[in-house]
C-alpha cells in the first residue's frame, strides 16, 4: 500500500475510520469523508466535508482527493444509512426510499463512476463497498436498507465485470451486527418497540453468532485493507460475508 491514495467514505467513525487508519499505518495516503467536521478532524488524516448522497458531494470527495493526494487507487465506499426509521413495507414512507436509495446506493455509483476509470487507464485499482449481511438475506420493515445493500453488491459485481481487465478489483464486505452508532440507533428503537432495555436487545444479537458476541469494527476492517491490498488482486466481484459464522 505503500505511496498509494485511498479515499475512504464514512470514514469518520466506526469500520471506516478503523479502514483509513489501517491504510495509513500500511502507508497510503489517506483521504476520510463524511458530513461531521469535528468527526474527521479525530481521525488525524486529511479529510473533506461533503454530502456523499449526491453528485456534487461525491465530486468534491473526489476532485479534492484528487488535488491535494493525487490520483485515487483505492476506493472505499463506506458509507451509508441504516433501517431504524424504516417501516412495514405497507406503512413505508416513499421519502425514506428515496433518500436511502440516494445515500445507499446512488452516492456508491457517482463515487464509482467518477473514480474507476482513472484506476484502468493507469493499470491499478481496488474498490471496495461496504454491504451488509442484508444485502443477502431481507430484514423486516427494512424494504429500502434490505434493497440498496442487495444493490450494492450487484454495482460491486458490475464493476468488477467492467474494470476487472485492466487490473482493478471490486468487491463488497457483507457485515453482520457490528455496535457501531447506526447499530445503537436501530437497537434503540427495537428496545422501545419491544419495551426492553438497548443491552438485551445486543445480548440476544450477540446469542445469534456460535461466538456468543457481536463484532468489533476492526475486525471488518481488517478484511477491507485486505481487499486494499496487493495480495487481494485474485479476488475480483466476491460479497464477503464477516459475520461470525452466523447465519445474519
Not at 11 to 24: D, H, K, Q, T
Not at 140 to 159: C, P
Request: charged share 20%.
Amino acid at each position: 500500500m505503500k505511496g498509494r491514495v485511498a479515499l475512504v467514505t464514512g470514514g469518520g467513525r466506526g469500520i471506516g475510520r478503523e479502514a483509513a487508519l489501517l491504510l495509513s499505518a500500511a502507508g497510503a495516503h489517506v483521504m476520510v469523508v463524511s458530513r461531521t467536521a469535528t468527526e474527521l478532524a479525530a481521525v488525524g488524516l486529511e479529510y473533506v466535508v461533503g454530502d456523499l448522497g449526491t453528485p456534487e458531494g461525491c465530486a468534491l470527495a473526489i476532485t479534492e482527493t484528487e488535488r491535494r493526494l493525487g490520483p485515487i487507487d483505492v476506493l472505499v465506499v463506506n458509507h451509508g444509512i441504516g433501517s431504524a426509521h424504516e417501516r412495514l413495507i405497507w406503512e413505508q414512507d416513499p421519502a425514506v426510499w428515496r433518500e436511502t436509495m440516494r445515500i445507499n446506493l446512488d452516492g456508491p455509483f457517482e463515487l464509482a463512476r467518477l473514480a474507476v476509470g482513472g484506476m484502468c487507464r493507469r493499470g491499478f485499482g481496488r474498490v471496495v463497498f461496504t454491504s451488509s449481511t442484508a444485502g443477502e438475506k431481507a430484514e423486516r420493515s427494512g424494504s429500502a436498507y434490505t434493497a440498496s445493500k442487495h444493490g450494492l453488491i450487484g454495482l460491486a459485481r458490475a464493476i468488477a465485470q467492467d474494470a476487472g481487465p485492466f487490473g482493478v478489483t471490486s468487491n463488497a464486505v457483507l457485515p453482520g451486527w457490528v455496535r457501531t452508532e447506526m447499530a445503537e440507533r436501530s437497537a434503540k428503537t427495537e428496545a422501545e418497540r419491544r419495551s426492553i432495555t438497548v443491552e438485551q436487545v445486543w445480548r440476544e444479537r450477540a446469542a445469534t453468532y456460535p461466538q456468543n458476541r457481536v463484532l468489533e469494527p476492526i475486525e471488518i476492517a481488517q478484511v477491507i485493507a485486505f481487499l486494499c491490498s496487493d495480495a487481494a488482486g485474485g479476488v475480483n466481484g466476491e460479497a464477503i460475508t464477516v459475520a461470525l459464522g452466523g447465519m445474519w
